[in-house]
Each structure stands twice: as structure tokens, then as C-alpha cells.
């Protein structure tokens, strides 16, 4: 909680500046599985697939790596694709997934494709041709597209006399992104987010505390810290929240944060 105290009888306060002694260190990269990266669900929810006549994109029980259910992307006549794909988050620094090919089949091919949406670049993960393999990993680096918009993109082709008939089929299986772990602060007066940098006070906010008769009180505010990253914030500074700007020394800490504040839902107040 903020007291607000002053030697004069009238007291108008006007901005109250807030540092907060942060330490954002951030840990090593974790796993983070994508939103029905294992096809869990029993279907392609979170995915947009591609199909025509002669290919399919379906969930199998048959053939799964972990779990229940795998990807199978099939296709039955040359000439053509099946397709499935989906964004990734934009702090994953590296791509993992594992595929399996059950039949060899000449003049096809299965394909991975990273898309960078914010230049529309594009990078190839893998191209393999589709000669029968067991459960494999393939794994691939994003580290230097960290904070751009991705797309992953599966396809499996084939080519040749488009009249013909063949039987290709890839499963995937455990889709999932490293992501570097970080805290996400924001703080708030009066239920309401107080904008980082924000010098304009603000009863909405509770930042402007108004007037206050000193023979009759003080006017006290409890503001919010909040963390909605993915790792612990820690509040390392001493003090630990520091007060600023004009007519700081009207202003006492009188109640102090708490840390570390936990990842995601965390919150402490002061």
C-alpha cells in the first residue's frame, strides 16, 4: 500500500511515479507442447488442413509414437498433396516432431516448411523421400526467428503419371516447440492496468491521489503487481519498490510486494 503524508494542512497530489526493481533474468529454454501437438483430441482441431479427392488428412490409433492418436497424411493418386498446418508461438527457439513412413512409394515426397509471416520466408526442415522409415525425431532451430510470427507446414507429394494410383502415407506424431521462459509484468491501481511509462495521473487508475487534509488522515492505494509469463518474476531491487518523480518523499511504502511472483497467474500487491 502507498499512505500519503505531508507537513501542510491541504495537500493536491498530482503524478506518482512507481519503479519497480525487476529481475528478469530469463531460464534456459523448456519444452512447451502446441495446442494438439499429439493429436490427443482424436482429431485436427488446431490445425487447417489441405485436401482434394484423392488425399486425406486423419487421426490414426494405429500407428502413434505416444500417446493415443498420431497424423496420418495419405494420398491415393499421383499429382497431388495433403497438407496440415499451423502457427507456432513466437518465443520457440527450436521445432520438434517425429514422423513415420510405412511404405515405400517411388516419385513422393514428405516435406517440413518453417514460413516466416513477417517477410514471408521461407526455410525447409526437411524433404524426404518417402522410402519406409520407423518413428524418427527431426528437430530444427528457430532461435534466429525468436519473436516473429511462424508456420509449420507438413506436406506430402507425389508426382509423375497423374492417372496412377499409389498408396503414400506419412504419420506425425508429438509436435512441440522449446520456448525460452520469461516474466511478463504489469501492475495495476483499482482493478485498472497502468500503462508502462504512463505519467498522466489518473483516479480511474488511482495514480492521482486527490487532495488530502493532513489533520484528518491519509489517503492510502493498493496497487497490483501481476506476472503472465511463462517464469517466476523476481522483485530484486532494494527497495524493493521504489517511489519517484515530483513530491516523492509525499508518498510512503507502507505495505511491500511480495517475490518472486509466480509465472502466469502470479500476483502480489503493495
Not at 75 to 86: P, Q, T
Not at 134 to 140: A, Q
Not at 216 to 245: D, E, H, K, Q, Y
Request: charge should be negative; proline fraction near 2%.
Amino acid at each position: 500500500m502507498l499512505k500519503l503524508k505531508h507537513n501542510s494542512r491541504l495537500i493536491t497530489l498530482g503524478v506518482l511515479a512507481l519503479v519497480l526493481a525487476l529481475s528478469l533474468s530469463t531460464s534456459q529454454p523448456v519444452r512447451a507442447d502446441i495446442t494438439n501437438g499429439g493429436f490427443e483430441s482424436g482429431d485436427t482441431s488446431g490445425w487447417t488442413v489441405s485436401t482434394d479427392t484423392y488425399t486425406e488428412v486423419t487421426v490414426s490409433s494405429s500407428e502413434v509414437h505416444t500417446g493415443s492418436y498420431s497424423a496420418r497424411l495419405s494420398v491415393s493418386k499421383r499429382c497431388n498433396d495433403a497438407r496440415i498446418e499451423r502457427t507456432l508461438p513466437s518465443n520457440a527457439t527450436s521445432l520438434s516432431f517425429w514422423s513415420k513412413s510405412t511404405n515405400a512409394v517411388s516419385s513422393s515426397s514428405f516435406y517440413a516448411v518453417i514460413t516466416d509471416l513477417s517477410d514471408d520466408e521461407t526455410y525447409l526442415v526437411v524433404s524426404e523421400t518417402t522410402e519406409e522409415w520407423g518413428w524418427t525425431k527431426t528437430t530444427y532451430d528457430l532461435s534466429e526467428m525468436a519473436g516473429h510470427e511462424l508456420k509449420i507446414r507438413f506436406t506430402l507429394g507425389t508426382w509423375g503419371l497423374c492417372a496412377e494410383v499409389v498408396d503414400a502415407e506419412i504419420f506425425l506424431d508429438d509436435i512441440s516447440v522449446n520456448v525460452v521462459a520469461a516474466p511478463e509484468v504489469s501492475v495495476e491501481g483499482n482493478s485498472t492496468e497502468i500503462a508502462d511509462g504512463d505519467s498522466s495521473p489518473s483516479t480511474g487508475d488511482h495514480t492521482d491521489f486527490g487532495s488530502a487534509d493532513m489533520d484528518s488522515g491519509t489517503v492510502v492505494r493498493t496497487f497490483t503487481i501481476r506476472n503472465t509469463g511463462s517464469a517466476n518474476l523476481t522483485l530484486s531491487g532494494t527497495p524493493m519498490i521504489a517511489v519517484g518523480g515530483d513530491n516523492a518523499a509525499d508518498f510512503t511504502v507502507t505495505a511491500n510486494a511480495t517475490s518472486p511472483v509466480a509465472a502466469t497467474t502470479g500476483s502480489t500487491t503493495f
